[in-house]
Protein backbone atom coordinates (compact mmCIF):
# COMPACT_ATOMS: atom_id res chain seq x y z
CA UNK A 1 0.00 0.00 0.00
CA UNK A 2 1.60 3.18 -1.16
CA UNK A 3 0.72 6.98 -1.86
CA UNK A 4 3.24 9.00 -3.93
CA UNK A 5 3.37 12.27 -3.64
CA UNK A 6 4.49 14.82 -6.90
CA UNK A 7 4.83 18.31 -8.25
CA UNK A 8 6.14 19.92 -5.66
CA UNK A 9 9.19 22.75 -6.41
CA UNK A 10 9.81 26.28 -6.15
CA UNK A 11 6.99 29.03 -7.75
CA UNK A 12 6.91 32.63 -7.21
CA UNK A 13 4.03 34.56 -5.21
CA UNK A 14 1.22 34.38 -7.57
CA UNK A 15 2.33 31.11 -9.51
CA UNK A 16 0.27 28.23 -9.41
CA UNK A 17 1.43 24.42 -8.98
CA UNK A 18 -0.64 21.28 -9.33
CA UNK A 19 0.38 18.43 -6.84
CA UNK A 20 -0.27 15.08 -7.50
CA UNK A 21 -1.17 11.65 -5.14
CA UNK A 22 -0.53 8.37 -7.07
CA UNK A 23 -2.25 5.55 -5.16
CA UNK A 24 -1.47 1.95 -5.52
CA UNK A 25 -1.98 -1.57 -3.67
CA UNK A 26 -5.33 -1.16 -2.99
CA UNK A 27 -8.93 -0.39 -4.23
CA UNK A 28 -8.32 3.44 -4.89
CA UNK A 29 -12.15 3.73 -5.57
CA UNK A 30 -13.22 2.92 -2.25
CA UNK A 31 -11.50 5.47 0.22
CA UNK A 32 -11.50 8.88 0.73
CA UNK A 33 -8.27 11.14 0.39
CA UNK A 34 -7.15 14.22 1.90
CA UNK A 35 -4.51 16.78 1.61
CA UNK A 36 -2.60 18.06 4.80
CA UNK A 37 0.81 20.39 4.50
CA UNK A 38 3.13 20.92 7.25
CA UNK A 39 4.99 24.22 7.36
CA UNK A 40 8.42 24.84 8.98
CA UNK A 41 7.93 24.98 12.91
CA UNK A 42 4.19 24.62 12.50
CA UNK A 43 1.70 21.50 13.04
CA UNK A 44 0.04 19.81 10.30
CA UNK A 45 -2.95 21.14 8.77
CA UNK A 46 -5.60 19.64 6.63
CA UNK A 47 -5.97 21.25 2.97
CA UNK A 48 -8.69 19.53 1.74
CA UNK A 49 -10.33 15.95 0.94
CA UNK A 50 -12.25 14.21 -1.65
CA UNK A 51 -14.49 11.28 -0.28
CA UNK A 52 -15.19 7.91 -2.53
CA UNK A 53 -18.21 9.83 -4.19
CA UNK A 54 -16.50 13.04 -5.11
CA UNK A 55 -18.18 15.33 -2.41
CA UNK A 56 -15.06 17.68 -1.37
CA UNK A 57 -14.32 18.92 2.37
CA UNK A 58 -12.11 21.99 2.47
CA UNK A 59 -10.47 22.83 5.85
CA UNK A 60 -8.41 25.81 5.14
CA UNK A 61 -11.13 27.86 4.11
CA UNK A 62 -9.41 29.40 0.78
CA UNK A 63 -10.70 29.35 -2.65
CA UNK A 64 -7.54 28.99 -4.11
CA UNK A 65 -6.96 25.34 -3.95
CA UNK A 66 -9.15 22.61 -5.50
CA UNK A 67 -9.18 19.04 -5.29
CA UNK A 68 -10.01 16.57 -7.71
CA UNK A 69 -9.47 12.71 -8.21
CA UNK A 70 -9.24 10.37 -11.39
CA UNK A 71 -10.55 7.02 -10.36
CA UNK A 72 -8.94 5.51 -13.61
CA UNK A 73 -5.40 6.64 -12.82
CA UNK A 74 -5.74 6.14 -8.94
CA UNK A 75 -4.63 9.69 -8.68
CA UNK A 76 -5.72 12.91 -6.84
CA UNK A 77 -4.66 16.54 -7.70
CA UNK A 78 -4.37 19.33 -5.80
CA UNK A 79 -4.86 22.93 -8.01
CA UNK A 80 -3.19 25.71 -6.07
CA UNK A 81 -3.81 28.45 -7.62
CA UNK A 82 -1.91 32.50 -6.09
CA UNK A 83 0.08 30.69 -4.00
CA UNK A 84 1.92 32.99 -1.59
CA UNK A 85 5.07 33.07 0.96
CA UNK A 86 2.90 31.65 3.81
CA UNK A 87 1.52 28.37 1.61
CA UNK A 88 5.29 27.38 1.70
CA UNK A 89 5.06 23.61 3.31
CA UNK A 90 5.63 20.01 2.78
CA UNK A 91 2.32 18.63 1.16
CA UNK A 92 1.08 15.20 2.21
CA UNK A 93 -1.50 13.00 1.07
CA UNK A 94 -3.37 10.73 2.62
CA UNK A 95 -5.89 7.82 2.49
CA UNK A 96 -8.94 7.66 5.05
CA UNK A 97 -9.99 4.54 6.74
CA UNK A 98 -13.26 4.34 4.27
CA UNK A 99 -14.85 6.40 1.67
CA UNK A 100 -15.82 9.05 3.99
CA UNK A 101 -13.36 12.17 5.04
CA UNK A 102 -12.77 13.10 8.56
CA UNK A 103 -11.28 9.79 10.04
CA UNK A 104 -8.71 9.56 12.63
CA UNK A 105 -6.77 7.43 11.60
CA UNK A 106 -4.38 7.56 7.92
CA UNK A 107 -2.46 6.34 6.05
CA UNK A 108 0.01 8.96 4.95
CA UNK A 109 2.47 9.31 2.02
CA UNK A 110 5.27 10.69 1.87
CA UNK A 111 5.29 14.90 1.08
CA UNK A 112 6.21 16.95 -1.41
CA UNK A 113 8.15 20.45 -0.67
CA UNK A 114 6.23 23.42 -1.87
CA UNK A 115 8.54 26.81 -1.97
CA UNK A 116 6.78 29.97 -2.50
CA UNK A 117 9.38 32.94 -2.83
CA UNK A 118 10.66 35.28 -5.83
Known amino acids: VQLQASGGGLVQPGGSLRLSCQASGFIFDDYAIAWFRQAPGKEREGVSC??????IKDYLDKGRFSISRDNAKNTVYLQMNNLQPEDTSVYYC??????????????WGQGTLVTVSS
Open 50 to 55: ISRSGL
Open 94 to 107: AREVGMWCGSEDKL
